[in-house]
């Protein structure tokens, strides 16, 4: 897949003097909530307003969404407000329907972008659709899965394109909803970086005090912009109402996030940022040197369990270690969670190279 500039016209063409604010209530509820949402948004850095009008819920018999009479009522907010509208759409019919009112900008959710083959049928339907389409990520962490369904838009004509990054699904999410894992985010702005990049904080966070510092996450990686669910009365929202804000939070928080210019060419910032840059240049090569180092005593080990007939895997020493690097770990400053990864990908790999010893 190549993506061009050509394919991010639908942004630069709105000429943002700051990053793009999509925001919202999760469920479109009734036309008074919309309404009333919509005109308080008016009056913020929001440019598209949002509302969910078909809601995948992961159980049936909880509110599945308004359906099509709450397209009628995003109609009215483009008229009354002169904000852009998007909705999500999980299938061809709603692809359908939204297209006949007319909204403007559609995105396609985390539990369809899992399904190839119902991303197919939704980019077969918006054939010859002169429209931006955004995926968000897919719940799992593949970003081959995700820049496949973006792939499929491109596929079948569709040219004005744009990611959601909403995190992912994990066992153990620690304080987020959805995880972020920003790793995969930086990776994809690494191969595309003309692709809009948009971040769902709401989605990520699940509770309204962390909105800011993973949107600030967000700015400090160049993102292009947010989707913030808001609502006049989270409280009482029908879904998602821990993750929601008020039209003036969001206000608030566009305000306190601080946009980073993307470089700096002022001369002593650059000097200081090389030398630093040299700096973490040798100790990178230290890790690798270190890393082999400690791959190589694990290959002796491995051969001397393999001449025993011992296990590889030796559960309480490697419970101990873990302990022991993140009690070390959290004395130098460096997190659980941090210390947690690199340990148990450097334990996979090691036992790895020992189930190779022959
Ligand atoms: C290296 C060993 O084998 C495995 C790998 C470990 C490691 O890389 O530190 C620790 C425990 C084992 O699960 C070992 O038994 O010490």
Same mark, same amino acid.
């Given at each position: 897949?190549?993506?061009?500039?050509?394919n991010?016209?639908w942004?630069?063409?709105?000429?943002?003097?700051?990053?793009?604010?999509?925001?919202?209530?999760?469920?479109?509820?009734?036309?008074?909530? /919309?309404?009333?949402? =919509?005109?308080? &948004? @008016?009056?913020? %850095?929001?440019? $598209?307003?949002?509302?969910?009008?078909?809601? #995948?819920r992961?159980?049936p018999?909880?509110?599945?969404?308004?359906?099509?009479?709450?397209?009628?009522?995003?109609?009215?907010?483009?008229?009354?407000?002169?904000?852009?509208?998007?909705?999500?759409v999980?299938?061809?019919?709603?692809?359908?329907k939204?297209?006949?009112?007319?909204?403007?900008?559609?995105?396609?959710?985390?539990?369809?972008?899992?399904?190839p083959?119902? /991303?197919?049928?939704? =980019?077969?339907? &918006? @054939?010859?659709? %002169?429209?931006? $389409?955004?995926?968000?990520?897919?719940?799992? #962490?593949?970003?081959?899965?995700w820049?496949?369904?973006?792939?499929?838009?491109?596929?079948?004509?569709?040219?004005?394109?744009?990611?959601?990054?909403?995190?992912?699904?994990?066992?153990?999410?620690?304080?987020?909803?959805?995880?972020?894992?920003?790793?995969?985010?930086?990776?994809?702005?690494?191969?595309?970086?003309?692709?809009?990049?948009?971040?769902?904080?709401?989605?990520?966070?699940?509770?309204?005090?962390?909105?800011?510092?993973?949107?600030?996450?967000?700015?400090?990686?160049?993102?292009?912009?947010?989707?913030?669910?808001?609502?006049?009365?989270?409280?009482?929202?029908?879904?998602?109402?821990?993750?929601?804000?008020?039209?003036?939070?969001?206000?608030?928080?566009?305000?306190?996030?601080?946009?980073?210019?993307?470089?700096?060419?002022?001369e002593?910032?650059?000097?200081?940022?090389?030398?630093?840059?040299?700096?973490?240049?040798?100790?990178?090569?230290n890790?690798?040197?270190?890393?082999?180092?400690?791959?190589?005593?694990?290959?002796?080990?491995?051969?001397?369990?393999?001449?025993?007939?011992?296990a590889?895997?030796?559960?309480?020493?490697?419970?101990?270690?873990?302990?022991?690097?993140?009690?070390?770990g959290?004395?130098?400053?460096?997190?659980?969670?941090?210390?947690?990864?690199?340990?148990?990908?450097?334990?996979?790999?090691?036992?790895?190279?020992?189930?190779?010893?022959?």
């Amino acid at each position: 897949m190549e993506i061009k500039k050509e394919n991010r016209r639908w942004l630069d063409a709105m000429n943002l003097a700051h990053p793009i604010v999509i925001a919202g209530p999760c469920s479109a509820e009734t036309e008074e909530q /919309v309404l009333k949402t =919509a005109h308080l &948004l @008016k009056d913020t %850095d929001t440019n $598209v307003f949002r509302a969910g009008i078909w809601k #995948p819920r992961t159980r049936p018999g909880g509110f599945e969404g308004v359906g099509e009479k709450g397209l009628p009522w995003l109609q009215k907010v483009k008229e009354e407000t002169g904000m852009l509208v998007t909705t999500e759409v999980g299938n061809t019919d709603h692809v359908e329907k939204a297209l006949k009112h007319d909204i403007d900008i559609l995105w396609i959710g985390a539990r369809t972008t899992v399904n190839p083959f119902a /991303v197919q049928e939704i =980019a077969d339907s &918006l @054939k010859g659709v %002169d429209k931006p $389409v955004l995926v968000k990520n897919p719940v799992n #962490p593949d970003l081959p899965l995700w820049l496949g369904g973006v792939e499929r838009l491109q596929s079948a004509g569709i040219s004005q394109l744009g990611v959601i990054h909403r995190g992912f699904s994990a066992y153990n999410t620690m304080h987020y909803r959805n995880k972020p894992k920003w790793h995969i985010a930086i990776e994809l702005k690494k191969e595309f970086p003309d692709l809009p990049l948009i971040l769902d904080p709401s989605h990520i966070c699940g509770r309204r005090d962390t909105i800011l510092d993973v949107s600030q996450t967000a700015l400090d990686l160049n993102y292009d912009g947010f989707m913030i669910e808001t609502h006049i009365d989270p409280d009482n929202a029908w879904s998602d109402a821990k993750q929601q804000i008020t039209p003036a939070q969001l206000n608030q928080i566009t305000q306190d996030l601080r946009i980073r210019q993307k470089n700096s060419t002022a001369e002593e910032f650059q000097r200081k940022l090389n030398m630093h840059r040299k700096e973490l240049d040798l100790i990178d090569s230290n890790i690798i040197d270190i890393l082999s180092d400690r791959m190589g005593i694990a290959k002796a080990i491995g051969k001397l369990k393999h001449d025993e007939n011992v296990a590889i895997l030796q559960s309480g020493r490697w419970a101990d270690i873990l302990n022991k690097m993140v009690e070390d770990g959290q004395s130098k400053g460096l997190s659980k969670e941090f210390i947690e990864e690199i340990f148990k990908a450097i334990h996979v790999e090691s036992i790895n190279i020992q189930h190779n010893v022959k």
